[in-house]
Each structure stands twice: as C-alpha cells, then as structure tokens.
C-alpha cells in the first residue's frame, strides 16, 4: 500500500490509510485507534494518530521565530497562546481560490513564506505522520475538495484545485486525486444502501455550515467520478466559533460585566467583551496601552467587582481559558440539560448556572441562518423537500441537539442518519482511495 487520504479541513484535519498499512504494534508505529474509532465500512480504513492518540489535528501551524521551530495542531495554537514570537496560520484552506495564494507572508524573524508554502508544509506534516503509522514512503493521495472552494467562479475554483494539487505533489506526492467532501461523507451510509437514496449531507464545522444534495446507492458507488451525483450545494459562513461567542457572551462573561450598567443606569462598554469573545482578537487585549485603558473604565461599573474581575483575566492572560470554557459549557448542555461553570481560575468560588434554555436563546438567530440554508440547497436544486431521503450529519457543530432537530423538521419525510462528526469526510475519502489506487 501506497496511499493515503488527507481530508485538509478548514478546522480540522484528518488522514485515512488502508486498515492492514498500518505496522504492526511494537514495531515503532503509533498504535492505530481502537475499533470503532472512525473505522465504519467494514474497518477497510483507519485514521492515522496525528497529535498523541488524537486522530484529528486543528489545521493550524505556528511558525516560532525564536526557536526556529515549527508547531502544528494544539501544539501550535498553545504556542500561539504563550506569547511566543512568531506567526500563526490557521484556516489556510480558505487561501485557496484567493489572489492570496501567491502571495508571501510574514512568519516572523524577517522571514517570509509563500501563502501555498504554508499549505504546503502543513501537508508535509500529515504525509510524515501517516508514513510513520505505515511503516512506507506514501505517493498516492485523496484529497478531500468542497463541492466548490469558490462560488459562481469556475476559473477560481479550478485554481484552487490546481494549488492544492501542486502543493501536495511539492512534498513527494507523485499521484493526485480529488474526491468531493459531501460525497466522501456519505460514503459510509452509502456502503450500507440497496437501494438509491437522494441524501442531504450536513456538515456543520467550526467555520462554516455546508449542505450538499447528493444520490448514492450501490450503483452509484461503483463510479469513480461523482461529480454528476452532486445536485446542488449551498452553505454560510455560521457554524462552531460562533456558537461559542454567543455562549462566552451569554454566560462566562456575564460576571465580568457583560451586559450590566453603571451608576448612570448605561450599559458599560461592550467592546471588550466582544474581542474577549472571539478567539484571535483575544491577544490584541494583552497590549499596556489597551490594559491601561480598560483600567480606566472601573467608574463606569456599578459593580466593581466585574470590573475587578475583567482586569484579573486581562493582566492574568486568562482569555483563552474563558473561551475554552465557554466551549465547553455548550458542549455541556448540546444533548440537554444544564451544567454549573466553575470560574475559580478568575475568583475562588465563582461559578454560575447555564441549560439548554440560556443556549437557545444564545444561539437562535445562528440556528436559524443554518436551518435556512439548507432548506435554501434544496430550492436551489428543484428539490422539494419532501422528495429527500435522507439528512446525513457530520461535522463537530452537529452534537447541538436543538440545532440537529430544526434541521430535521424541515424535512419531515427524511431518515436522519448520523456519521462521525470529525471523521466521516476522512474515511470516505479513505474508501476512495483503495478504490482509486486498490486494497
């Protein structure tokens, strides 16, 4: 075996090989996941451990100036957090189809990278990590590809193939090969077909909520091109990262003062809490000027306390953490109920109360910009939704239960079918791939 799949998330990502490639345990190789493990379809295919036993890696890369090193994955965005000097790319996909593809950037140190060098080395990364898992030199690769990297622009999207392909061929790739994501993802379901189904695939990530309306069936599985099985495909730009601003500001950021008023009976600035709400402004908070200033604000609170609390986080450096809460609160009631956020890193015994009401209300108009967009795929391709088989869910963001379930009613006469939610696009593709290559 030869090959491989990378499923180049703009989140995450993820890489497949053959089942039987992986070396044997004790012989040096990372040990593969355990069964069930993003294995479906038989276990013909396994992901390749990429960060510890983490078969998924953040696509992140951290170029650290002063140590002349490169991180990936969490390894890169913890640097990022510490302060290290040094640039980090993340989201590198959305470069594709951009006049930024050959475009340099900056990595501190007074070096400088070519936008698709980034893409590239991150590449290099994941072909390194799967050919230790396989014990072999890997040539051959699925790539995973969006049913479009660029709206309404076929030229700009035949180039983002074409960037992605040159930069998987630059780390040692001899043979290329593109597979369509929402194709990829159904490919588990598909494998359990007898009959043709028309399936909407819903993939809700970190960044973006896509929707593909696909036919699959045992016939349809035979062919190697899929491009005529996509009938329509529509998407936005709301998804994971916004679910967790909304959260952060509706809850773990409450009792810094989001939302409160001062002796004038005005709401206090709002500023601040929206940059402490979105992960890559976080930083820009940390600065003496912007510190100084916000200090400067403890007038314009009723309530010292939240401001004494909010200038804690700011001089401690505690935003990350905040958000990484916040997250974790909202994964914490997705499937219902409530949970009690402890808040003691910023003031011992602080906690408060958040359910599954307190993220409705947090997230609606979010849910409500996703459910219309998938509705809007099936308008696009004349498709009544009544006529859909099938709602197949993949992606991170689909373990929000009252998310999943607006969906589903829009499609009254549809089966729901769950895939893996960070691993399904990357076993199809794996799928694909021994069918492409063979094994």
Same mark, same amino acid.
């Given at each position: ?19 039987? +490639? ?26 390749? /451990? ?7 890696? /953040? ?43 050959? *475009? ?25 990590? $799967? ?17 479009? #990297? ?26 290329? +090969? ?26 809700? @990530? @970190? ?39 909304? %959260? ?19 709401? %206090?600035? !709002?500023?601040?809490? #929206? ?17 100084? =200033? ?7 609170? $009723? ?47 602080? +906690? ?33 939704? =009544?006529?859909? =088989? ?6 991170? !963001?689909?373990?929000? *239960? ?24 990357? %076993? ?5 791939? @021994? ?5």
């Amino acid at each position: 075996m030869t090959h491989c799949a990378i499923d180049f998330g703009t989140s995450n990502s993820a890489v497949a090989l053959p089942a039987r +490639a992986f070396r044997p345990v004790g012989s040096g190789a990372a040990t593969p996941p355990a069964d069930g493990a993003g294995v479906p379809a038989g276990g013909v295919v396994r992901l390749v /451990p990429l960060e510890g036993q983490a078969v998924t890696l /953040p696509t992140a890369v951290f170029f650290d100036a002063d140590n002349n090193r490169i991180d990936y994955g969490r390894a890169a965005v913890a640097s990022y957090i510490d302060g290290i000097d040094g640039r980090l790319m993340r989201s590198m996909k959305s470069i594709l189809g951009s006049d930024l593809i050959e *475009r340099t950037t900056d990595i501190g140190g007074g070096r400088g990278i070519p936008y698709i060098g980034v893409i590239a080395t991150f590449l290099r990364h994941l072909k390194a990590k $799967a050919e230790a898992a396989a014990g072999k030199p890997l040539t051959q690769v699925v790539l995973g590809r969006p049913a479009f #990297f660029v709206d309404d622009d076929p030229e700009r999207d035949i180039a983002a193939q074409t960037a992605l392909a040159a930069a998987a061929r630059s780390v040692g790739f001899k043979e290329v +090969a593109f597979q369509f994501e929402p194709i990829a993802a159904a490919f588990d379901h598909e494998s359990r077909l007898d009959h043709e189904q028309l399936v909407l695939v819903a993939d809700i @990530g @970190g960044g973006t909520s896509d929707f593909s309306l696909v036919r699959v069936g045992p016939e349809r599985a035979k062919r190697l091109d899929r491009r005529d099985d996509i009938l329509g495909h529509h998407g936005v730009h709301v998804a994971g990262t916004d679910f967790d601003r909304r %959260v952060a500001l509706a809850s773990v950021l409450r009792p810094l003062g989001h939302g409160s008023v001062g002796p004038d009976g005005k709401p %206090v600035p !709002s500023g601040v809490y #929206f940059d402490l709400a979105t992960w890559h402004l976080i930083n820009t908070l940390y600065t003496p000027r912007r510190i100084a =200033d916000l200090a400067g604000t403890k007038h314009l609170y $009723a309530d010292r306390a939240q401001h004494a609390r909010l200038m804690r986080v700011l001089e401690d450096q505690l935003g990350h953490g905040l958000l990484g809460i916040a997250e974790d609160t909202k994964i914490a009631v997705a499937a219902g109920g409530s949970t009690r956020v402890d808040l003691s890193l910023i003031e011992r015994e602080l +906690a408060l109360d958040f359910d599954e009401a307190g993220l409705v209300q947090a997230v609606d108009d979010e849910i409500a910009r996703i459910v219309g967009a998938a509705t809007e795929t099936a308008r696009l391709a004349g498709v009544g939704t =009544d006529e859909i =088989d099938a709602v197949y869910f993949t992606g991170g !963001s689909t373990g929000l *239960r009252l998310l999943t379930e607006r969906i589903r009613a829009g499609f009254p006469k549809a089966q729901a079918v769950t895939g893996d939610r960070f691993a399904s696009v990357a %076993v199809g593709l794996g799928i694909h791939a @021994g069918r492409l290559f063979g094994g």
